[in-house]
């Protein structure tokens, strides 16, 4: 692998004889992961079903390495949401930051959503999770994977973090600020950040963060818990940019992250005041652990922050739409969604437990899509799907994974054959959900969106 000449000289003087081990990780393979999706499945079965070689990352409890020569994101199990494809280092982030059922959290640069996801799960998709990307295009890749792993408790958002931060003032529990970094981490996958890399770049870097940071800062509550990472080895992005939000802010204090699996501490001599502390933060080598390679810090919020004075969203749903969904509940559900419904023009969803007002801000996906009104009728969306247990929906048809040709069928959008007249119906794999289908004079009309169709 061609690296920067620059990145080795400036590798060479920080590790010295760590140097080395380090850059002989480069003519390895990169490392590959995925993490189970407990919203959906438990450890033991998700081990059971699986057909991969799974080894445990240990690190993360939730986390496997997988073979590169398999492909889990080409299987069926994918689709429905059972887990998520994650480089490992990647996965000890949320474990730092640890979300708990019921907190307001804050994902502020979230795409493509592996951390998001991540978070839902711990806090078991109750609370409050804002999920925000500033690039429109991200945004809509991290709107789907919440969406594949049924997650309801989430509002995702394309904005500025500044206009956040005057929305949301002293309102999170917790902050999760996954930063853009120069990527030095991710040269063992994508050859396009080591052509992208320049000195200049990771100046440019570390500039944002720093803005970053301090829009973060305003947002979280008294006693609130920041967590800041990147994918990158540089000194001036991670402990240098850290020095300066410390230096900033005399309320905010580093807190210790446990290390284990040979994560190794944060680098006091590479601040700029040799600043002690500094070694409570983590660094993730791919010279000691198996993984790419991140920097996480954790701190809190010692001092008083403005107190959250906004309102809750409220239901904006006509008494015709009210109708018709539930004229679907009635028939299809089995359970209640007891959450605010609200319309955005002829599309439903349910939103968060006191979701705040949305009102002036750009969303792309307000808790879980339930689906659309039509003329006199409602239809659900494939999220609604991805979101329920089988045992919740009155009528479903399970595909099983041994027998390959109806699945693939499925995921094709064909129709198929089932001899039944009942209407809606939930397709399952091994009793996961996949999608919709329409079930009228024994045959299943395929609803399982176009975009996402094989």
Not at 94 to 111: H, I, K, Q, T, Y
């Amino acid at each position: 692998m061609k690296l920067p000449e620059p990145f080795r000289e400036k590798m060479n003087r920080l590790l010295q004889e760590e140097a080395l081990p380090f850059f002989r990780t480069y003519e390895e393979n990169k490392t590959n992961g995925l993490r189970l999706n407990p919203l959906k499945i438990e450890r033991s079965t998700f081990l059971e079903l699986m057909p991969f070689s799974l080894s445990p990352v240990p690190f993360c409890s939730t986390g496997f390495y997988y073979d590169a020569a398999e492909q889990p994101g080409k299987h069926p199990y994918h689709a429905a949401g059972l887990y998520y494809i994650q480089e490992p280092s990647a996965m000890f982030v949320a474990e730092a930051l640890r979300p708990e059922p019921g907190e307001r959290v804050l994902d502020l640069c979230a795409a493509p959503g592996g951390k998001t996801t991540q978070l839902a799960a711990m806090m078991n998709n109750t609370g409050f999770l804002l999920a925000n990307e500033i690039h429109p295009k991200r945004v809509k890749a991290l709107s789907e994977n919440i969406e594949r792993l049924g997650i309801t408790n989430a509002l995702v958002t394309n904005e500025t973090p500044e206009k956040l931060a005057e929305r949301f003032t002293g309102y999170f529990d917790k902050i999760l600020v996954d930063a853009p970094c120069s990527g030095e981490g991710m040269f063992r996958k994508d050859e396009e950040a080591i052509r992208y890399w320049t000195e200049a770049h990771v100046a440019q870097c570390a500039s944002k963060q720093r803005h970053i940071l301090s829009c973060a800062y305003r947002m979280l509550k008294e006693g609130g818990i920041l967590v800041y990472s990147t994918c990158t080895f540089s000194p001036e992005e991670n402990e240098q940019t850290i020095e300066a939000l410390l230096a900033e802010y005399e309320d905010l204090i580093l807190l210790p992250i446990d290390k284990t699996a040979g994560i190794q501490p944060g680098r006091p001599e590479w601040t700029n005041t040799h600043m002690k502390e500094m070694a409570k933060t983590a660094r993730l080598w791919p010279h000691y652990l198996k993984g790419e390679g991140h920097f996480v810090a954790k701190l809190q919020k010692t001092g008083r922050s403005n107190q959250w004075n906004g309102k809750t969203a409220a239901s904006n749903l006509s008494k015709s739409a009210q109708r018709d969904y539930q004229t679907f509940a009635k028939e299809v559900l089995k359970t209640e969604i007891t959450h605010t419904i609200y319309a955005f023009q002829q599309q439903l969803f349910a939103l968060p437990k006191d979701c705040p007002n949305f009102e002036g801000l750009k969303v792309v996906r307000a808790g879980l899509h339930l689906g659309e009104l039509k003329k006199q009728r409602f239809e659900p969306n494939h999220a609604l799907a991805l979101a329920l247990k089988k045992e919740v929906v009155a009528h479903s048809l399970d595909l099983n994974s041994s027998d390959q040709e109806p699945i693939m069928k499925y995921l094709r959008g064909e129709t198929l054959e089932t001899g039944g007249d009942r209407g809606w119906t939930m397709v399952t794999i091994d009793g996961h959900p996949l999608g919709w289908g329409k079930e009228v004079k024994g045959t299943l009309k395929n609803f399982y969106p176009k975009g996402l169709r094989i």
